[in-house]
């Protein structure tokens, strides 16, 4: 059994398409069939050779050091003084100031420890009830936690790899319960929603993509989940469909995981095939992170009134995407600027309610958005509400908005991010996208084009609006569009109307 990203995988090496050096020992070991033992230690002899100190990247120390053991499993068994010198050199890592309080580097912790066949006491990850893992940032903030979807990812597809190893039920349990969460983060088509929970530029795309994707396969491999078949699906359409270049760039660990991933599955998922029983549907709130997933009529909504310098949400039609939403202070374009500031706590429910019949739908919440002098130092918390209300009335969605609590003490706007391929406004003013034409005046009606039907935004009040054109590349979470309209009243409500 092999998995499509390995598959393709496979035809890059064959094409010399990875410039590294594991991309070189895979080949040889893959497309050459010569298993050369001798590399892989030299390089795992370097590794464990490098000094412990807090300027070391421990997450990219430990997934080298999983992705040289999984190589060493290709062709033959750690002997017994390479774990014993493997299981000293992580206890030590342990120690590491990074390694504290983070869900992710523990996941790491436990599957490396899983690898050389030794215990791991230290391991802490515990779910919330909704399914999500927190983490807390400490070089952005020591006020709380937050999700990171992409950290998610990396925990769940980390703990399914030691749930196979170890035959682990209760682990497949608690990755089944993260996985779940996450469905709840990919839109119709089977694509995750890059601007919930995630940085407005991912510098590492692929590996991303391909995590995720790893993560899905296997977990469907154990579990099949019905929501995350059609994910599956289009997601291995994507990886067939990659050059060699973009397979190339998914990085080492992604690399030499969809290869061990084919041999672990052959090896252990007989006895592990778990009967888990899922509904058809998502549930629609999971108010301890503050997630509100909604569909109804032409709209698919996501709000996600958690996070800290992270976008409130997501609103998808057929042909055009808001990617990412949320205040913004000025200038436009510097997002250290823009976004929440509202961390989980395990003992808050985040204020959201949700009413829904066939023809309506009503979500109402409240979050705090960061502060005005937040910098790309530091981003900073504020006491300053956002209070918002989405009713979606099939082909008709309203969004009011009004701020509450402490003023703010600078000009802020609400800004969306959008993708779509062309823009106009009334009076025939155009603002092409990827060009230096942009509009500021008085608010006024936009009409974003897609390829079969158009996505319009109409602003319900009298206020400055600002319409930039964007690259619509890995900056801004891909948008195409930046449309801003301040708000310079404070607890004044705000509305938009979309069709």
Not at 323 to 336: E, R
Not at 406 to 424: G, M, N, R, W
Request: aromatic share 10%; charged share 20%; net charge negative.
């Amino acid at each position: 059994m092999h998995n499509p990203l390995s598959e393709r995988c496979f035809k890059a090496l064959d094409h010399n398409g990875f410039p590294s050096d594991y991309a070189s020992i895979l080949k040889t070991m893959f497309i050459d069939k010569d298993f050369i033992g001798a590399d892989v230690d030299l390089l795992m002899d370097r590794l464990i050779s490098q000094s412990i100190h807090a300027s070391v990247n421990l997450k990219d120390q430990l997934k080298e050091l999983a992705s040289l053991i999984l190589m060493k499993g290709f062709g033959q068994k750690l002997r017994s003084s390479r774990k014993i010198q493997l299981n000293h050199f992580l206890k030590r890592l342990v120690n590491h100031p990074d390694a504290f309080d983070d869900s992710l580097i523990q996941s790491y912790f436990l599957l490396l420890f899983a690898l050389i066949d030794e215990p791991y006491e230290g391991y802490l990850i515990a779910p919330l009830p909704s399914g999500f893992v927190t983490h807390g940032i400490k070089e952005v903030s020591t006020f709380g936690e937050q999700i990171i979807l992409q950290n998610q990812v990396e925990i769940a597809i980390n703990l399914l790899i030691v749930a196979l190893i170890k035959q682990d039920q209760s682990l497949v349990k608690q990755a089944s319960k993260m996985i779940s969460a996450f469905a709840g983060c990919f839109d119709e088509k089977g694509d995750l929603l890059v601007g919930l929970w995630s940085p407005s530029c991912i510098k590492d795309k692929n590996p991303f993509l391909a995590l995720t994707f790893l993560a899905v396969y296997t977990y469907n491999q154990i579990s099949n989940h019905p929501i995350l078949k059609n994910a599956l699906a289009v997601q291995s359409e994507v990886i067939s469909n990659l050059t060699d270049f973009e397979v190339g760039s998914i990085g080492n660990y992604a690399l030499v995981l969809s290869f061990a991933l084919d041999q672990i599955l052959n090896q252990n998922l007989h006895e592990l095939v778990h009967d888990i029983k899922f509904s058809g549907e998502l549930e629609p709130v999971f108010e301890d992170v503050g997630l509100i997933v909604d569909k109804l009529g032409n709209f698919s909504t996501y709000l996600t009134l958690s996070g800290i310098n992270h976008s409130i949400g997501s609103i998808l039609t057929q042909d055009v995407k808001i990617l990412a939403m949320g205040p913004h202070f000025f200038p436009l374009g510097d997002l250290s600027k823009f976004g929440t500031f509202f961390t989980i706590d395990k003992d808050r429910i985040i204020p959201v309610s949700y009413e829904k019949n066939d023809q309506r739908t009503i979500i109402k919440g409240m979050t705090k958005i960061i502060h005005s002098e937040s910098n790309k130092s530091e981003i900073k918390p504020s006491d300053t509400w956002l209070e918002l209300e989405l009713m979606n009335e099939f082909n008709r969605l309203k969004m009011t908005i009004s701020l509450m609590g402490e003023p703010c003490k600078l000009p802020l706007s609400f800004a969306f991010f959008v993708k779509s391929h062309d823009t106009e406004m009334i009076g025939n003013q155009q603002v092409k996208p990827k060009s230096m034409d942009k509009y500021v005046g008085p608010s006024q009606k936009v009409v974003f084009k897609g390829p079969s039907k158009n996505f319009t935004i109409l602003p319900c009040f009298e206020e400055k609006m600002h319409l930039i054109p964007l690259q619509g590349k890995n900056h801004f979470w891909g948008a195409d569009y930046l449309l801003a309209c301040e708000i310079s009243q404070f607890q004044k409500k705000y509305s938009w109307e979309f069709q």
